[in-house]
C-alpha cells in the first residue's frame, strides 16, 4: 500500500511517499517559499529529482497541487488511487490527543483550539490538512503529533512551578516536541540492545533540537516545553532564560512582548550567540578559523546540552544508551565530540576515529560503560507506521 506522509510548515510543505509495510521511500520531495512569488518545488524519486524554481505559489493548496501533478506527471504514480493514506505531522496535541487519530472535521476543529500552544506551527498543519483533504478527499487521513510520545511524561515531570490554575485553566505545562523523531530513534536503539527494560537518551540535534529520557520504551522526560522554545541554544532559538527578560527589553529597548519573543525564537541561538549564521557548518567553519562568537556559540550549546543528558542520567539511574539523530546529530562529528567529551565523568567516552565517520554508526570508545550511537530518523516512517496501524484498525 502507497502511504504519503505529509509534513506542512508555514512556509513550506515536506512529503514523503511510501510503500507500506516494507516502509519502501517511492519519492520525497519539498516545496519552499510558499506565499511567495520565487517558489521551488523540487521532488526525487527512481535516483534522480526534478527541481522547479521561480513559481508563484500563493498558498498551501497550490502546494498541494505541485506535489499531486509532480507524482503523476512523472509517473511515479498512475492516479490518485494508488495513495491509500495520508499522515499529517501536526506538532501541537496538547492533552487532548493521547495518540494519533483519524481525521475528520471535529478532528480539525479541536487542532484548531490548540492553535494558542502552537501559533507558528498548528495554523499551517491545519492548512495543509485541509489542502490534502481537498485534493485526495476519499482515502484514509490521520493526525500524528510531535506531542504524543511525550504523553507518558509523569506530572512532577511536566508541570511548571507556576499557579497550578495556569495549568487547568490554560493548559499551562511542558508538552515537549520532535515525538515521533524521539520515538522512532529510541526504538531503534532499544532493538539494538535486544531488551526491554533499557535506559536511553536521544539527542535530536537540528535547527530545532531536544533531548529526550526514554525509559523502557516510553518518554519520562523531554527539553523542550510549552512551545518549542524551552531547552537548550538552537539554530536561532535561545532555549531557557529568565523571563524578566521581556521586562528588561521592553524598559531598556521599547520592545513589546511580541518582539522579544520573536528575537528568542528567530535571532538568538547560534545566530544570536555567534552573529555568522544559524547553520552548524557555517558556525564550525568560522569557530575553525578562529571566531570567538563562533567558538563560544558551539560551546554554550554543548554545555547546556549536558546539562540535560546528566540530569536525565540521574533521572533514568544510569543509561545503556546515548543516541545523536537528525541534521547537527548526524553529521557534525564537531558537536558530538564536545558534548560527549564534557561526558566523561559519567563513563561515556567518544572514539575520535569512530565518530570522524559518516552515516549510521557506533562511536563509543571500548573503555566507554555507555553505548554511543548515530542513527538516522525517520519521522516519515513513524508517521506512516500510524497510517497502516490505523487502516487496520479501522
Known amino acids: 500500500m502507497k502511504i504519503l506522509s505529509v509534513n506542512a510548515g508555514s512556509s513550506s510543505l515536506k512529503f514523503q511517499l511510501l510503500q507500506m509495510p516494507e516502509e519502501f521511500e517511492i519519492a520525497s520531495g519539498l516545496v519552499e517559499r510558499i506565499g511567495n512569488k520565487n517558489a521551488e518545488f523540487k521532488i526525487n524519486f527512481n535516483g534522480s529529482s526534478s527541481k522547479q524554481s521561480d513559481l508563484v505559489v500563493l498558498d498551501h493548496s497550490v502546494a498541494v497541487d505541485l506535489v499531486i501533478k509532480g507524482l503523476l506527471e512523472h509517473k511515479i504514480i498512475s492516479s490518485l488511487d494508488e495513495i491509500q493514506g495520508v499522515g499529517h505531522r501536526v506538532v501541537q496535541g496538547g492533552e487532548t490527543f493521547k495518540e494519533s487519530v483519524v481525521i475528520d472535521d471535529d478532528v480539525v476543529l479541536k487542532i484548531a483550539a490548540l492553535n494558542d500552544l502552537a501559533p507558528l506551527h498548528n495554523p499551517a498543519n491545519i492548512i495543509g490538512i485541509n489542502a490534502f483533504r481537498k485534493a485526495i478527499p476519499n482515502v484514509l487521513h490521520v493526525a500524528v503529533f510531535d506531542t504524543t510520545f511525550h504523553q507518558t511524561m509523569p506530572e512532577v515531570n511536566f508541570l511548571y512551578g507556576t499557579p497550578y490554575e495556569w495549568y487547568e485553566k490554560h493548559g499551562v505545562r511542558k ?18 540492545l535486544g531488551k526491554e527494560e533499557s535506559k536511553i537518551i536521544v539527542a535530536h540535534i537540528g ?18 516545553g510549552l512551545t518549542p522554545l524551552e531547552g537548550f541554544p538552537m539554530g536561532t532559538r535561545s532555549g531557557n532564560v529568565d523571563p524578566s527578560i521581556f521586562q528588561l527589553m521592553q524598559q531598556k529597548e521599547g520592545y513589546s512582548l511580541e518582539k522579544t519573543l520573536n528575537e528568542l525564537n528567530k535571532k538568538s541561538g547560534y545566530l544570536g550567540i555567534s552573529g555568522v549564521s544559524h547553520d552548524s557548518r557555517d558556525i564550525v567553519s568560522a569557530a575553525n578559523e578562529g571566531n ?48 560527549c567529551k564534557r561526558l566523561e565523568v559519567l563513563g561515556i567516552i567518544i572514539d575520535d576515529e569512530k565518530n570522524n565517520s559518516r552515516g549510521d554508526k557506533e562511536i563509543q570508545h571500548k573503555d566507554s560503560k555507555v553505548k554511543i550511537w548515530v542513527i538516522p530518523t525517520n519521522e516519515e516512517v513513524m508517521i506512516a507506521r500510524d497510517v497502516l496501524r490505523l487502516q487496520n484498525s479501522n
Open 207 to 224: 535547527n530545532g533540537a531536544s533531548v529526550t529520557a526514554v525509559l523502557n520504551g516510553k518518554s519520562i522526560d523531554t527539553s523542550m
Open 292 to 339: 570567538h562568537r563562533a567558538k563560544l556559540a558551539l560551546d554554550i550549546q554543548a554545555k547546556r546540552i549536558v546539562d540535560y543528558i546528566a540530569s536525565y542520567y540521574v533521572l533514568l539511574g544510569g543509561l545503556d544508551a546515548l543516541v545523536f539523530t537528525a541534521g547537527i546529530g548526524e553529521n557534525a562529528k564537531e558537536v558530538r565530540s564536545l558534548v
Open 175 to 192: 508538552y515537549g516536541f520532535h515525538g515521533t523523531s524521539h520515538q522512532y530513534v529510541s526504538e531503534e536503539a532499544q532493538k539494538r
